[in-house]
């Protein structure tokens, strides 16, 4: 059974790190590609970034552009590795899987199996 089990999440202080961990329960990440998307309180869901299990390629969200770095260790965990936090960031944020990630990438429809999420809190 595909099954995204996120971890990580947390708080912390405006201009702080987090790292964000993704395990592909159930499934290989050779097969695989992996997003993250996050949503605040009274927002839409929206995406973060997306890793390519062909070809390794990255795809991030304006928003987290040099801030956010996605990448994976093995056919089972995707990092996701915020720094620079901001208060915006605060979010529940979610890993998700798809068989495509390019460059149109962001859209939910796209991803069949998501995980159950984790709160990220940016404030002092």
């Known amino acids: 059974q595909v099954h995204p089990v996120e971890s990580g999440g947390g708080l912390v202080q405006p201009g702080g790190s987090l790292r964000l961990s993704c395990e592909a329960s159930?499934?290989?990440?050779?097969?695989?590609?992996i997003g993250w998307f996050r949503q605040a309180p009274g927002k839409e869901r929206e995406g973060v970034s997306c890793?390519?299990?062909?070809?390794?390629?990255t795809y991030y969200a304006d928003s987290v552009k040099g801030r956010f770095t996605i990448s994976r260790d093995n056919a089972k965990m995707v990092y996701l590795q915020m720094n620079n936090l901001k208060p915006e960031d605060t979010a529940v944020y979610y890993c998700?899987?798809?068989?495509?990630?390019?460059?149109?990438?962001?859209?939910?429809?796209?991803?069949?199996?998501w995980g159950q999420g984790t709160q990220v809190t940016v404030s002092s």
């Open positions: 890793i390519s299990s062909s070809d390794g390629n």
């Open positions: 159930g499934f290989s990440l050779d097969y695989y590609s």
């Open positions: 998700a899987v798809t068989v495509l990630c390019g460059t149109n990438w962001s859209p939910e429809y796209e991803y069949d199996y």
